[in-house]
T-cell receptor, first 107, second 117 residues
Framework: AQRVTQPEKLLSVFKGAPVELKCNYS??????LFWYVQYSRQRLQLLLR??SRESIKGFTADLNKGETSFHLKKPFAQEEDSAMYYC?????????FGQGTRLTINP | GAGVSQSPSNKVTEKGKDVELRCDPI?????LYWYRQSLGQGLEFLIY????????KSGLPSDRFSAERTGGSVSTLTIQRTQQEDSAVYLC???????????????FGPGTRLTVT
C-alpha cells in the first residue's frame, strides 16, 4: 500500500533559521515524490519533484530510499515561506498526499 | 490560458439535501481528480478519471458519493443525502496523460467549500 506520513502538523521557526519539513513514505515500487504548497488564499501548487533534483524558492528535497524519506529543507527561512506543505507520492495511477504541515515563519 | 475552475466556490446546504459540485479542467488535460480537504485530515483522494478508461473510484467514502465526467471534459461530483461530516473543501485537479517515466504535474482548482448544517 502507498502511504505518506508527515509527522508534524504544525511547524514554527524564526526568519533566517533553517527549516526542515519531514516526509516519510511506504511504497513497494520505485517512488516518485513531490512537494506541493498552498499559500494563504491561493491554490495548491507544485513546489518541486524529486526527479528534477531542483531547488525552488531555496527549497530542496532529497530522496533517501534507505530511510524512505523525502524531507523538504531550506537553509534560511523567509516570512513568505509561511504556508501549508504537502508531500505526495505518485503510485501506479493516483497521487497520494500526506496530511500536510503548516509552516509558520516568525519575524 | 485559463486554469482549473470550480463552482460554486461556497455551498451551504442542509443535512439530507443533495449537492452537485462542478469542475472545469484545463483544456486538453485528459486526467481529472477529485480530492477532499478536511481540517486536520490532509488531502483525501476521492476519484480519478483518465481518458476513456473506467474511473478509479476507490477513494469515494460511501455510495452517497458519485462523479461523472462528460465528454472527457467537465466533471460533476454529486453528494446525496449530505451529512455534517461531508463538510470540507472539495478540490479538483487535472493533468496531461501520465506517461510511464515522468508523471505530469497536477493543476488544482480553487476548491468548493461545502458546509452542511
Amino acid at each position: 500500500a502507498q502511504r505518506v506520513t508527515q509527522p508534524e502538523k504544525l511547524l514554527s521557526v524564526f526568519k533566517g533559521a533553517p527549516v526542515e519539513l519531514k516526509c516519510n513514505y511506504s511504497y513497494s515500487g520505485s517512488p516518485e515524490l513531490f512537494w506541493y504548497v498552498q499559500y494563504s488564499r491561493q491554490r495548491l501548487q507544485l513546489l518541486l519533484r524529486h526527479i528534477s533534483r531542483e531547488s525552488i524558492k531555496g527549497f530542496t528535497a532529497d530522496l533517501n530510499k534507505g530511510e524512505t524519506s523525502f524531507h523538504l529543507k531550506k537553509p534560511f527561512a523567509q516570512e513568505e515561506d509561511s504556508a501549508m506543505y504537502y508531500c505526495a507520492l505518485q503510485g501506479a495511477q493516483k497521487l497520494v498526499f500526506g496530511q500536510g504541515t503548516r509552516l509558520t515563519i516568525n519575524p | 490560458g485559463a486554469g482549473v475552475s470550480q463552482s460554486p466556490s461556497n455551498k451551504v446546504t442542509e443535512k439530507g439535501k443533495d449537492v452537485e459540485l462542478r469542475c472545469d479542467p484545463i483544456s486538453g488535460h485528459t486526467a481529472l481528480y477529485w480530492y477532499r480537504q478536511s481540517l486536520g485530515q490532509g488531502l483525501e483522494f476521492l476519484i480519478y478519471f483518465q481518458g476513456n478508461s473506467a474511473p478509479d473510484k476507490s477513494g469515494l467514502p460511501s455510495d452517497r458519493f458519485s462523479a461523472e465526467r462528460t465528454g472527457g471534459s467537465v466533471s460533476t461530483l454529486t453528494i446525496q443525502r449530505t451529512q455534517q461530516e461531508d463538510s470540507a473543501v472539495y478540490l479538483c485537479a487535472s493533468s496531461l496523460d501520465r506517461p510511464v517515466i515522468n508523471p505530469y504535474e497536477q493543476y488544482f482548482g480553487p476548491g468548493t467549500r461545502l458546509t452542511v448544517t
